[in-house]
Structures are given as structure tokens and as C-alpha cells.
């Protein structure tokens, strides 16, 4: 049967399994509009700007472990994308944005709504495609399924111009797809993993750290497995946090700039470091010449070979998907009669707790001014640990990621890489959408969450009820205190001066409103919150405007430098 | 250290600039690069010359390799190999000039393919620097314009890259 491009389009989506779409019509994809409406396996949902529409399809992604779907139009439409999907591409999120383009006849000629997608999305996509005949449709919708999700994951980008989706030919979907130009190495190297295997037995201070490499792989079953039959200590970053248990003994707190101090000098001082899908940031192991100058042993696991050796050279370097190459390393484990050393991890252990009673994230309870932390840990207690969070970016980013205790992997949703203030509610909006009937919470900040505040309409429209934590510090927090830090007080443009009244703006887009001025309020706001379980609650913490972030590692210092509170 | 990469490369729309964009987005170097399509029409052959540490290098590699339409990458300076490029010079040759012109195109192999009683045009091929040779033999106020393809580089002996 023939089919034209738009009913084309629509029917990979329905082959994928795709339940939800998130997007924005324009002229250019007013066909695909026109098949979407035809239909009702493939839901939309109609966002307030495209840049929601690729962070919810990228929320959805991240809690759910499926491809995220956005769709929007030329020009303006992909620009407005673009920030979304530099956002999935630093993560690693497997998304497929499919945009609409100008007819092929008028490519190039500086046509209405006209950008040159394909060139401005190159350098944030894994992979994109411009598709002139409709053909190669069907055939390059799986192709960009299959790249998404595959290998390292990432956003692929289908460009479509609206003669596509008019013409017509057979459609047929394929059912699967080889790329002799794309194989990448998803089985570890046997030699590598016994050598590996064997560091591990023999370390004395051993130290594993993971990153988001297992949550994407879901291999937090087996990392929790091998990290409890090693008995070592683990770290996650802040993209793999989750991935081991956060109230596990064995876990000793996020490592890096605003990592833990037992973690920070156990990442320094251990004699094996096992990184497990991480990738050395720059935000996670400080300056690498003094990270590098420890003498440790270092093994990788990671799936993309452009990652190892890229800012630490590695001595144990093994290619493959995580859950895979962890399976391997468990069996030579449990079947080897070696155990690890249990005097010299007793030893180990003994240092890491010294440096535990360091308390280094205690603050001022006693304060009678709201403390971001404290927010965290209530939020944390009344949710039991068991809520969704995303966030956005800055100071309650790491105070969220500090402070509230992550059992499960896909349960902290935030733009790591990027670092994208404005990602928090419409990635909430996609986490909803896949758990309609989880607690989900979207910790932000006065700047942050102005930045997509049109979606609150999005919520409303599809009865979303997200429980927004703002913390309110009316500063650009995070700038104010590397101002305060770094810039002699000087705090240049972070002050966040007329700020909408937010009870009032929240029930403008028909939502409830709460603003929380005193610690003691605290608890009681957020029991009321979660009670409406209908609702979207924005609550609004007024909270001390000069707390800061800690411990913290200055930029380009290295990792053992850190500022602790006590120090200032 | 200068090296010559070999990459395999599907013939598509865009391969081009994915690979050049790589190189200035990481801050790479480009000495030069050329591409034509190989035998069997789908794909093209490019050879790229770059200067880095063997760590840029590797890492130059992986990245190429991570590109979804490349097929196969080979530091071909990895082993013994040939390598050559093609200039084109067109010359001043007037008057007494004109014979040792001739004599220096004749020494360094170079072919005159095109003459007026002015000038002479002339093809040379070898290595960069067998051209950067016969540039400096001659006098430099002779040259009107040269133009080079930049190196093509193919491996010793049983080496292949091909799918």
C-alpha cells in the first residue's frame, strides 16, 4: 500500500512502540500534525516551547530506559531544540527528534522558517539525517532508532522537508538494521577482565567509582552484587548516582567538586581505582596532573573507546557495555578461591571512616533562617526515598544530589554535562508522563526554573501533578558564591531582583501555590504538597541566601583540595 | 609527531564536514586532506594530514572511528608506506629563464603541461617535501601560482585498507 511520508513517519513511530511524542506543530510538519491527529497509539504532548518538548522527551528517556520522541518544526523550531539536545547528547540519552524542514526545492535559498538543521545539530547529535527521497524514509527512522539506543547512546536527529511527508511510495518497515560503518564493541576483552579481575583481588585500597555509564546500561544489579562481594567502598557521580544503593554502608557520597570528602581522598589515596562507566570530567576528578600524580592502578569499563585515556591515562582499559563485562568479572570472582584482602580493607576501611567523622556535610540546623539542606533531607524523609527528582542547575542541583539518598537507579534525573539551568520541570513533565502514579519532584531555584516556566501550562493540560521544591535564595546561587569565593564579594548581575510573585504565577497557570518562610513550616508544606496528589504544588522556600555549596574543589585545583565550611 | 590517516568513509552528503567539524571542534590540527570516492562508488577514501602527540593521536582515532559513516581509520605513518602528492606550478619562463626552466622541471621529474611564450606550466608528484624542494630551487619571483592536492597515502607491500 502506498503511504505518504507523514503517514509514514506515523507508522514508524507506532512500529517503535513510541507511546509518547512531545512537541510543537509549525508549517513545516503541519503534515505529520495532520497523521498524528488520524490516530490514537501515538500520544502527543503539546509543550509551551521546543526546548521543553526535547528535555520531557529526555526525562521520559532517562526514568524509563526508552527512546525519547520530540517533534518540532524548522527553523526556529530546531534552534529552539537545540539546547535540549546538546543537553541528551552530554548525557548520553538515546532520543530520536525528528524536525520538519523546508521542501527540497527550496533548500538553500533562504526559504521562510529555513536553518540549516543537519549543520547546526552536527556537533550535538550522535547522528543526523536529511531525507530527500521518501524511499529512504522508513529505513532512516530505523536507522535512528536503532543508533540512539545502541552503543554509547545518544539524540539522532531525522531532518524531513514537507514534500517528503506529501509524496508517497510502499511502505515497509524494516526489522532490523546493520551498518557496516557502525559495530560498536559491546563484549569486554576475556584478557582484560581476568586482568582486572586480579587488580581488584590483589588491592589493598581498593576504590570503585561509577558513573552514568551503569544507570544507562542498567547494570545497577550487577554493580551492587560485585561492590557487596568485594566489600569496597563505592562512589557514584552525580550522573550514576542511584546506581548503588545511597544508604548502602559501602557508599561514601558523590566524588568531585562538591563530592564528599571520604570520597575525594579515597579517590586520591586508593592503591586500584575501578571506574565503571564514568568518563574522568573534569567537574569529578579536579585538575588531572594532580589526580594523575597518585600512584594507583586504574581500571575503565566503558562502552565508547573514545572515553578511555581521554583526560587519564588508564592501565586497565576494557570496551563494552557495563552490565555485560560486570557479569564476566562476578563469575571469575565467585569462582575464584582468592578473596580480597580483609586486613588490608580493614585498614582501609578504618582511614575512610577517619575521614567520614570530618561531617562534611553538616550545616547550621539550628539556623532560624530555612536552610536549602534541609529542605533536601525532609523531602527525602516524606518521600522515603522513593521519588523521582529531577533538577535543574546549580547550588539545590548539588544540594539534591548531596543530600537526598538515591536507592534506585532513574530516580535522579539532571543535566550533568551540559549543565543546563531550565532542564528541572519539562524532564519532570517526562518523568510523569512514564510513572503517572510516582511522587515526582522537580528540586530548582528561582533562576532556574524561570528559564521554562511557560510548561507550567504543559502541567496543567495534562493534569501532571509535579511537586515543584524552588529554592529560593533570590541569587543566582551557585555564581554568587564562586563570586563570593573567587571575586571579592563582587556579585555582578546574580542577584535575582523582581521576582514574580510565585504562589500568584502558579495559580495563574491554575496550579497550587505555597510560599514557606520559617524552618518549622518546612515539613508541614511538603506533607500538605504530597497530599494533593492531583495537583502540581509549586512551594516556594524562602531560603538563607548565603548558604553555600560544600566541600567544594576550586576549579582547576586538584581533587584533595577542597574547601571544607568549618574552613571559612 | 606528523601522521597520515587513512579513512574509510560512506560516499554521503555531510561526511565531509562531520569529519572536518570534528578536527576544529577538538581543537585538532589539519595539514591537509584530500577525498575522492574508491573503487566501489559508496564509499570515499580520504587521506588526512595531522601533528599531534601519540595521545592526540589515539585520540583523534577513536573519535574518527566513533563517527557513524566511517568505516575504517589507518595511521598509516604506523608502518612503512608511500606517500605522494601532485602540484601544479605555473612559472615565469621568458628569455634565457626558459631553458633552465626546463632543465630543473626535467631534474625533479615534472612534466610542463602547458606553455606560452611567457610561462610554462608544470605538474610535479612526490613527497611534500620533494615539492617543497623544487619550490625552494627555484627563484621565487619566477612562481605565479602553485596549487597542491595535498598527500595521498597508501600502505607497503600487503597492507590494505578496504572493507
Redesign the interface.
Known sequence: MQLTGAEITIRCLQEEGVEYVFGYPGGAVLNIYDELFKQDKVKHVLVRHEQGAVHAADGYSRSSHKVGVALVTSGPGVTNAVTGIATAYMDSIPMVVITGQVPTHAIGQDAFQECDTVGITRPCVKHNFLVKDVHELATTIKKAFYLAATGRPGPVLVDIPKDVTQASCEFAYPKTISLRSYNPVTKGHAGQIKKAVQLLLDAKRPMIYTGGGVILNNASAQLTRLVRLLGFPCTNTLMGLGAFPGTDPQFTGMPGMHGTYETNMAMQHCDVLFAVGARFDDRVIGDPKHFYRADRKIIHIDIDPSSISKRVKVDVPIVGYVADVLDEMLKLIESSPQRPDSAALKSWWAQIKEWQRKDCLKYDRASKLIKPQFVIEKLYELTKGDAFITSDVGQHQMWAAQYYKFDKPRRWINSGGLGTMGFGLPAAMGVQMVNPDATVACVTGEASIQMCIQELSTCKQYHLPIKIVNLNNRYMGMVRQWQEFFYGNRYAESYMDALPDFVKLAEAYGHVGMKIEKPGDVEGALREAFAQKERLVFLDFITDQTENVFPMVPGGKGLTEMILAEEL | MRHILSIL??NE??AL??IS?LFS?RGYNIESLTVAPTEDATMSRMTIVTVGSD?VI??IT??L??L????KVVDLTEGNHIERELMLVKVRAAGKDRDEMKRLADIFRGRILDVTDKSYTIELTGTGSKLDAFLTAIEPGVILETVRTGASGIGRGERILR?
Request: charged share 35%.
Open positions: 568513509v560512506e552528503a555531510g564536514s562531520r567539524g571542534a595521545d589515539e585520540q577513536k573519535q572511528n566513533k557513524v559513516e566511517v568505516v572493507v
